[in-house]
């Protein structure tokens, strides 16, 4: 057997070959070797365990032939058979590698019932997260000799940035994910000398990039993608570690309404020069109205709140719902709220205004500092802020995804909340007996 596997891969390539986790993913920015390693790693895996049963997919099927068929007919040239038709490498020891590709949303589904020990997504996130999340159900063994596992490239963009980004860089967690089953191998241009030798006029194409494909591409900087809808965001200088509250400043809250998606709660505090700090979030999927209600109720404890906003789609009657919310029919989940000691007040859901708003809060102050300020313990707001892109049919609004918490920021800041209100201690008047006596009713200089 004969393998034309030349090259030795670099120390990122190394450490992404000696991964055994669940979920591995690789790259981060372009030039660091993501196909050669996906390829390198899954022919490695079959030739080590015998009977090995791989899928291999690329978004597009000319992406699938470009970057993997082709090399892979060269590389395992009397290694393994290749079947065209199956798009199927086989090698001796009965292991096997398919090909595939998920041109549209619904392709996945070509896989349904088919058990794969590993699965690997080269350019993840060109996957959307419903195709990802299917796939692993697919990614299962009956064998004990080997745990099953995915791998995935990435550079930042695409419609998958936002599930990548949040299982691998923010690590942000949902019920059922573990976080030690998800690992994340950066790899940039640099980490890549074969090709910086080979090729150094591409090295100078990434660095003379526009500055936000520059910090994707070349520093692969994930709050930052092509398509970007808030550009001006950036987590040095938005997002600040918490600090006490002082009780002046006018505090107020905002409610994307969501039961099966995301229902997304911001606290805010206006201060004194009408700058917006949004110190605290909560973030609930399947909770009842009455008990995200309660919820808020106890993190808003001791606080003086002067309103909170929500919605305007949750004054809508939606009798069925509204049984799994804990309400009845005829009643609005602003109802169930406010019986639950939460009133609410519609937001102005101006959404086009409304972004408008949230950029000119992200811009500066006349100090220099942005107007909006974000604690840090606000995680799925900083997550999926930065993560919004631009409407394909509409410049001037973002596309539907996961905007829950930037929608709720948008409510809260179209509130046109009044600057916090310092309450100063009357000042002493020295003595004055003619004052006095008038306090009294008397008369004083009838005496």
Request: hydrophobic share 35%; aromatic share 12%.
């Amino acid at each position: 057997m004969i393998l034309r596997l030349k090259g030795l891969p670099n120390p990122r390539q190394a450490e992404f070959f000696c991964s055994g986790a669940r979920h591995t993913a690789y790259g981060g920015a372009r030039g660091g070797g993501k196909s050669w390693a996906m390829r390198r790693k899954l022919v490695l895996l079959c030739l080590a365990h015998p009977g090995l049963n791989v899928l291999l997919l690329r978004r597009t099927l000319p992406e699938l032939r470009e970057n993997h068929v082709i090399p892979l007919l060269k590389e395992l040239k009397d290694a393994a058979s290749y079947n065209a038709a199956e798009r199927v490498f086989r090698f001796p020891n009965g292991s096997r590698i398919r090909l595939g590709y998920c041109d549209n949303a619904n392709d996945v589904y070509q896989y349904q019932g088919q058990e794969y020990e590993v699965i690997g997504l080269e350019e993840a996130t060109h996957f959307t997260e419903e195709q990802m999340q299917f796939l692993t159900t697919c990614n299962r063994t009956t064998r004990r000799d080997f745990s099953p596992r995915m791998y995935y490239t990435c550079n930042p963009g695409g419609v998958g940035h936002g599930w990548v980004k949040r299982l691998f860089i923010d690590r942000a967690y949902r019920a059922g994910e573990r976080p030690e089953d998800y690992v994340f191998i950066p790899a940039k241009v640099y980490d890549n000398p074969a090709l910086i030798t080979a090729d150094p006029e591409y090295l100078r194409q990434l660095e003379n990039l526009p500055e936000e494909l520059r910090r994707a591409y070349l520093d692969g900087d994930w709050d930052v993608l092509a398509g970007q809808f808030f550009r001006e965001f950036s987590r040095e200088r938005h997002v600040v570690q918490p600090f006490d509250i002082p009780k002046w400043w006018r505090r107020f809250r905002s409610v994307d309404w969501g039961y099966n998606d995301p229902c997304a709660v911001l606290w805010h505090a206006a201060d004194g020069e009408g700058r917006v700090y949004t110190y605290r979030e909560l973030y609930l999927r399947y909770t009842r109205a009455d008990q995200v209600a309660e919820k808020i109720r106890e993190l808003s404890e001791g606080e003086d709140i002067a309103y909170t906003v929500a919605s305007p789609d949750m004054w809508q009657k939606r009798g069925a719902v509204l049984k799994s919310c804990g309400g009845f029919e005829g009643e609005s989940i602003a109802e169930l709220f406010a019986l639950s000691g939460v009133p609410l007040t519609p937001a102005d859901n101006s959404r086009i205004a409304g972004w408008q708003r949230v950029r000119s809060y992200l811009a500066d102050a006349a100090d220099g500092m942005p107007r909006l300020q974000i604690f840090s313990c606000c995680e799925n707001l900083i997550r999926t802020l930065p993560a919004l892109v631009f409407d394909s049919r509409n410049r001037e609004d973002a596309a539907d995804g996961e905007d829950h918490a930037p929608e709720s920021l948008r409510y809260g800041l179209m509130s046109r909340p009044a600057p916090g209100t310092e309450a100063k201690p009357k000042a002493e008047r020295p003595y004055d007996p003619f004052s006095a006596e008038e306090e009294k009713g008397g008369d004083f200089l009838a005496k």
